[in-house]
């Protein structure tokens, strides 16, 4: 649905900017999907007339013409050829830009040679103004369009205005109409709701006697109205019509039919004019509409000139010999309206929205119509949308109206009464409303408290238990209580809800304080590629030997393979490798974070390993696990050997402390081979708090577990993670300012680490520096014993300004004396 501020206006008052408007109908439930504000876009775009036309000397395709835009002439070469001498044409002057169209760049003209003669500007097709998808045409104007005009004052768009695409939930039927989104914004700013009196002038006849109608299917249409208009002169829409509809993306077709569609909009009714002379006559002598079923292998011939076989649940509009309408979906082209029509018969009805529904399903045919009629159009605003509609029809087509409606209504609906107990919406909502309160904002949707719109006072008597609201026809979707007590949410301002624990919850806080942390690290370890585990908290002693003492064993444990609280996650993830491997899953890599439990030792040098110490303790712990080949399958379907290594689970690592707020970790390798690794290092922080252990596993554990390749784990202290990470704050926006590149090549001794360099540069505290990059190792001949020689990209920035050469000169030499010092680095020229 779109809808333009400026329209809103003309049914409430609204003082706030557009994105105000915007945040409101977002809090009351209407999402906006878009906003684009209008005026601006024809600037430099004039009316100019057409005084000469001729052939271009150098090109066949193209015509040299003569224009005047009001303030002179001047020379335009043009390719279209649908225009002649006097027509008059949109043409944009040199300077100016044309209307951006999505994902193209702007177009701003300049005066130039078109195969070499000089072309002072350019006359425009529609699809160039963005006002038509297609036609490379020009836009032919009307011929009383006053030459130098601006464009935009010619298409009524001087002023500045904004459209907004609101996406209307089903539910929601009556906002899409202008009015009823006006009605909303009422009810939340407390302005008064401006609806037109649609009120016409009296008679000679009446349209009793000019037109029948007869429902045979009054399940399927409950009501029927029909008004005749006489004497109306069809041709273009004033500008006001034309220009509304075209902010919204409706097409102008003449003024009549605009006027249904003007209505449809404002008011949500969908309506419909025929021609009333092509309309044929019953038995009374009166054209007739006749409101039935599809016969079986009946054809009609839609408005856009299809042709569709009808099935018989389809419910057709028709006079006493032909089908003239498509209920709810779409006219016929055998009384529609045209220049020669003179007198108009206007039908506004209800069909119902499940057959509805199923016609343009069948049929494949959607329209604005069958749009709002499949949602529930209002069956209590017919009367009142034909009168409105008729009404503009006599202001911009003339003509005279007669006296009445026909109204068929076999079986009117009684509006909708629900019990609504005050005490009943503070417990739901977690408030303390006052009664009036509450049947003021109801009163505010045009809901009716105990037979009286409510209002706000300042003392109200003692409000009985409950009340009863009747809930007018155009609120489809208020069918009990609760609904009611949404709508007073939403008017009071969700927003404006206080946080509450839900009852019975024990505690103001009953929830775990590091949830999103863990949440944040799951998504992480997810987002590197790595699938989540879920073990057993109890395990088998024997898959815990590498563990030692302090196990926590159950003392009535169901099974030997669960009698001890797990000490490690690897046990689990390791349990788990078998278990892919023995399904023939050999390339896997598992993350799981849970809690481990140990005993605290006994105080003494007694304690037994097997003997429980002091009370049980508990930790988070995170674990990964990866094994098999790194990329199974490459692009070509071609297999790829490499496989996960020591390197792949450090830079894994990295990647993650780094972006879990944890910055500086090193890794230091441990000397000798343990009970669970062939070869490790451990995880530290700042080079002295220790984080955890990374490595290879056993070739020994590995053959307990049936595991035939290399595998990789590692197994951190979570706790210690939650406990020191500094995640980012905010947003770094891509940098603006260039960056400088510096290029180091030097020797160290064959022991110096990537780490060790590293850690040399951050002692280093070269201002400005933003990235650290190794990109060369060698080794040769060429090299002194016990050296290698590496190269490194360190790379400066200003967040501000462009560094200079001297400053970056001077920050590097920070860093060179730094490596030289602490490596005894030997700079290689």
Not at 245 to 266: A, P
Not at 358 to 366: M, N, P, S, V, W
Not at 516 to 523: H, I, N, P, S, V
Request: with cysteine.
């Amino acid at each position: 649905m779109k809808v333009t501020l400026n329209w809103l206006k003309e049914y409430v008052a609204f003082d706030g900017s557009p994105e105000q408007l915007a945040d409101r109908l977002t809090m009351l439930g209407l999402e906006v999907e878009g906003a684009r504000k209008l005026g601006g876009e024809f600037d430099g775009i004039v009316v100019a007339q057409v005084l000469t036309c001729d052939p271009h000397p150098n090109a066949d395709k193209l015509s040299l013409c003569r224009v005047n835009d009001g303030r002179g002439e001047r020379q335009i070469v043009c390719g279209a050829k649908n225009f002649k001498v006097g027509d008059k044409v949109p043409l944009i002057l040199p300077g100016a830009t044309l209307p951006a169209k999505p994902g193209e760049a702007p177009l701003t003209i300049k005066v130039g040679r078109i195969r070499g003669v000089e072309s002072h500007g350019m006359l425009c097709s529609p699809r160039e103004l963005g006002l038509a998808a297609e036609g490379d045409g020009l836009l032919i104007l009307p011929a009383d369009a006053q030459v130098g005009q601006p464009f935009a004052e010619h298409l009524g768009r001087a002023g500045s205005d904004t459209v907004y695409d609101l996406e209307i939930t089903p539910n929601r039927p009556d906002l899409n109409s202008v009015i009823g989104i006006a009605r909303e914004i009422a009810a939340v700013t407390g302005e008064a709701l401006r609806v037109p009196e649609a009120s016409l002038p009296p008679s000679a006849f009446r349209v009793d006697d000019l037109v029948a109608v007869r429902l045979e299917d009054p399940e399927r249409c409950p009501r029927y109205t029909a008004r005749v208009v006489r004497g109306v002169k069809v041709g273009p829409s004033p500008d006001w019509l034309r220009v509304a509809l075209e902010k919204v993306g409706l097409r102008s077709i003449n003024n009549v039919v605009d006027v249904t569609n003007y209505v449809m909009l404002e008011t949500g009714q969908p309506l419909h004019a025929f021609d009333y002379h092509r309309v044929a006559k019953g038995t009374g002598g009166k054209p007739t509409l006749v409101v039935r079923r599809a016969r079986a292998g009946e054809k009609f011939v839609t408005l856009d000139g299809l042709e569709r076989g009808l099935a018989e649940e389809m419910l057709l509009i028709a006079d006493e010999q032909k089908g003239i309408a498509l209920a709810g979906v779409m006219g016929g082209q055998n009384t529609e309206i045209n220049e020669r029509t003179t007198d108009v018969l206007l039908e506004s009805a209800y069909f119902q929205p499940t057959n509805i529904r199923r016609t343009a399903k069948t049929l494949g045919l959607r329209t604005d119509a069958s749009y709002r009629f499949e949602r529930g159009a209002d069956v209590g605003i017919c009367d009142w949308a034909s009168r409105r509609c008729v009404e503009l029809i006599l202001q911009v087509a003339g003509g005279q109206a007669a006296d009445g409606i026909v109204d068929t209504y076999p079986r009117p609906v009684e509006p909708r009464e629900i019990t609504l107990r005050h005490a009943k919406v503070n417990q739901m909502l977690g408030l303390a409303l006052r009664p009036e309160e509450i049947e003021y904002h109801l009163g505010q949707l045009g809901l009716k408290v105990s037979g009286r719109v409510a209002r706000p006072v300042e003392a109200a008597p003692e409000a009985p238990p409950s009340v009863t609201v009747r809930v007018p026809s155009f609120r489809v979707d208020l069918k009990r209580e609760i609904d009611l007590i949404e709508e007073v949410a939403r008017l009071h301002g969700v927003e404006r809800i206080p946080a509450t624990p839900p009852r019975g919850a024990v505690g103001a806080n009953a929830y775990d304080a590091v949830h999103d942390q863990l949440t944040e690290a799951r998504r992480l370890l997810a987002g590197l590629g790595l699938g989540e585990a879920q073990g057993q908290t109890l395990v088998s002693k024997a898959d815990c030997k590498a563990a030692g003492a302090g196990l926590v064993a159950l003392a009535n444990p169901l099974s030997a393979d669960m009698d001890v609280l797990r000490p490690s996650l690897l046990p689990g993830l390791l349990a788990a490798l078998r278990h892919n491997a023995r399904h023939q899953i050999t390339e896997v890599a598992l993350f799981e974070i849970g809690r481990v439990f140990s005993q605290a030792p006994e105080a003494g040098p007694a304690r037994r390993a097997d003997k429980a110490g002091g009370p049980p303790r508990e930790a988070r712990r995170l674990a990964i696990a990866l094994t098999g080949r790194r990329q199974p399958l490459f692009w070509n379907g071609t297999e790829r050997e490499a496989k996960f290594d020591w390197y792949d689970l450090r830079g894994l690592l990295e990647e993650f402390l780094d972006q879990f707020g944890l910055r500086g970790v090193t890794f230091v390798r441990a000397a000798e081979a343990s009970a669970i690794y062939a070869e490790s290092a451990a995880v530290q922080l700042g080079g002295k708090l220790w984080l955890g252990e990374l490595g290879q596993l056993s070739p020994l554990v590995a053959r307990d577990y049936d595991l035939r390749q290399p595998v990789m784990l590692a197994e951190l202290d979570f706790d210690q993670l939650l406990a020191r990470r500094n995640p980012a704050k905010a947003f770094k926006p891509l940098p603006v300012f260039p960056g400088v590149r510096r290029d180091l090549a030097m020797m160290v001794p064959e022991a110096t680490t990537h780490e060790a360099v590293l850690q040399a540069v951050r002692q280093a505290k070269a201002p400005h520096l933003e990235a650290v990059e190794l990109f060369d190792v060698f080794r040769g001949q060429n090299l002194p014993a016990g050296r290698k020689s590496v190269a490194y990209a360190f790379t400066y920035r200003h967040g501000e300004r462009t560094l200079t050469d001297a400053e970056v000169n001077a920050a590097h030499e920070k860093i060179v004396a730094e490596l030289k010092q602490r490596l005894q680095a030997v700079v290689r020229e």
